[in-house]
């Protein structure tokens, strides 16, 4: 069935139907809507399943139905009744307006409507003009009801690469203690929604300029004013560099675990203490339980976290491969390509690491190509066919040994 005849059957029995949504603000910034939500007016939930009786009830607290694969909601007032995400009244009514809808929101990009069948555009509060300016604004003070639109504003921030007005900034910053009530999970989706946008910094600066980062990613919120040595590092503290190395691996690899383990490569430096830097001996290391310390706290993936905890120790070695001896250089490649990230996702952090505030990446990293073609070259099968041993600590030691020649030779 069609949305125009769902729409007039709906419109028969006295109601409507709009278009509400992110799919009407993809349209208007030219992206791909792939999911559009519908919202009813004007009639009530018993003879919307007399005219639809295939409609599928999904909503527990307000109603949604699944029609025709449609979602397709109907027109709500929200009232908070106590801290927290889900603590809320639900009014539903045939006499709420969709304005009065609309007004429930969170910002207004996603405050607007189009009524199906005549295509009248509802816009109260100026959610066109904000697209045109690439701007993030509440719709109301009613923003301060979920706590969960901190972490979403700021999404929205690096998916569209837009700035967030003032007082939105204000908004968010008067949630910061409700921010303890939301789940892990919850704030672990947009951090991954933020991951897959091609500027991930703009989601952590916006909830720096807020004053939230330390919340719920403190090993972050750590890295700001952490010092670095000015002639490897004129892009400033650790945090910009973080930013700026987190946002060159969007040009590299679509993959979140890699791109996770970018944002972690430094969280070590966090911890340096103010007399040592804007040296940081060792935080290759100390970065290792302080991808844990967000990993475990956010139920971030273990697969995320193993490969964090692998970029956060090696990205030193990584980096100086070319420098190393032969015996350490058959040393990293063991451990890395052992490992979740690889041979592949270490060069891309590497690559990041170097790049920062540079328009090009280095061409000089060749440890995954190396290592990729000593891996295949010397096995344990050409070992033992060449000195005919059959013990395993012999053979590993003896496949290191031929590992290190097969390097001098590469030279």
């Known amino acids: 069935m069609e949305t125009e005849?769902?729409?007039?059957?709906?419109?028969?029995?006295?109601?409507?139907?709009?278009?509400?949504?992110?799919?009407?603000?993809?349209?208007?910034?030219?992206?791909?809507?792939?999911?559009?939500?519908?919202?009813?007016?004007g009639i009530t939930t018993q003879e919307f399943e007399s005219i639809f009786p295939q409609a599928i009830l999904r909503g527990k607290s307000f109603a949604v139905y699944d029609l025709e694969g449609k979602e397709i909601a109907f027109a709500r007032k929200e009232k908070k009744t106590g801290q927290g995400h889900k603590e809320f009244g639900i009014e539903t009514s045939p006499h709420i307006s969709i304005e009065e809808d609309l007004a429930r929101r969170d910002i207004t990009i996603n405050a607007m409507a189009e009524e199906v069948l005549t295509k009248q555009w509802i816009d109260p509060f100026g959610g066109k003009k904000d697209l045109q300016d690439k701007k993030i604004r509440a719709v109301s003070k009613a923003f301060r009801e979920d706590p969960l639109r901190v972490y979403r504003v700021a999404r929205f921030a690096a998916m569209l690469e837009f700035t967030v007005e003032k007082e939105t900034i204000q908004l968010m910053k008067s949630l910061k203690q409700?921010?303890?009530?939301?789940?892990?999970?919850?704030?672990?989706?947009?951090?991954?929604?933020?991951?897959?946008?091609?500027?991930?910094?703009?989601?952590?600066?916006?909830?720096?300029?807020?004053?939230?980062?330390?919340?719920?990613?403190?090993?972050?919120?750590?890295?700001?004013?952490?010092?670095?040595?000015?002639?490897?590092?004129?892009?400033?503290?650790?945090?910009?560099?973080?930013?700026?190395?987190?946002?060159?691996?969007?040009?590299?690899?679509?993959?979140?675990?890699?791109?996770?383990?970018?944002?972690?490569?430094?969280?070590?430096?966090?911890?340096?203490?103010?007399?040592?830097?804007?040296?940081?001996?060792?935080?290759?290391?100390?970065?290792?339980?302080?991808?844990?310390?967000?990993?475990?706290?956010?139920?971030?993936?273990?697969?995320?976290?193993?490969?964090?905890?692998?970029?956060?120790?090696?990205?030193?070695?990584?980096?100086?491969?070319?420098?190393?001896?032969?015996?350490?250089q058959v040393d990293f490649i063991t451990r890395v390509a052992k490992s979740p990230l690889g041979l592949e996702g270490m060069k891309i952090v590497v690559m990041c690491d170097k790049a920062r505030n540079t328009a090009s990446f280095p061409t000089d990293i060749v440890f995954d190509s190396l290592g990729k073609e000593m891996l295949q070259t010397v096995t344990g099968k050409t070992v033992q066919e060449k000195y005919g041993e059959e013990q395993g600590e012999k053979i590993a030691e003896l496949l290191r040994m031929d590992r290190i020649s097969w390097l001098k030779q590469k030279k």
């Open 178 to 328: 409700e921010l303890y009530t939301l789940s892990a999970e919850r704030v672990f989706h947009e951090l991954e929604k933020a991951l897959k946008t091609s500027k991930p910094s703009l989601f952590f600066r916006v909830l720096q300029e807020a004053n939230v980062l330390e919340v719920h990613f403190k090993e972050i919120y750590d890295l700001i004013g952490s010092l670095q040595p000015k002639e490897y590092h004129p892009e400033g503290d650790s945090f910009e560099h973080t930013m700026q190395v987190v946002d060159k691996s969007t040009l590299l690899t679509n993959d979140l675990k890699v791109r996770f383990s970018c944002l972690v490569h430094d969280l070590g430096k966090g911890v340096t203490p103010k007399e040592m830097q804007p040296h940081h001996y060792g935080h290759d290391e100390k970065g290792v339980a302080l991808v844990g310390n967000l990993g475990k706290r956010l139920k971030i993936p273990k697969l995320w976290i193993k490969c964090g905890k692998v970029a956060a120790k090696e990205h030193m070695k990584g980096g100086i491969f070319s420098k190393m001896t032969p015996a350490k």
């Open 5 to 41: 005849e769902i729409a007039e059957k709906i419109q028969k029995a006295g109601g409507k139907l709009y278009r509400v949504g992110g799919a009407l603000r993809d349209r208007l910034l030219g992206l791909p809507v792939h999911d559009e939500d519908f919202c009813v007016t």
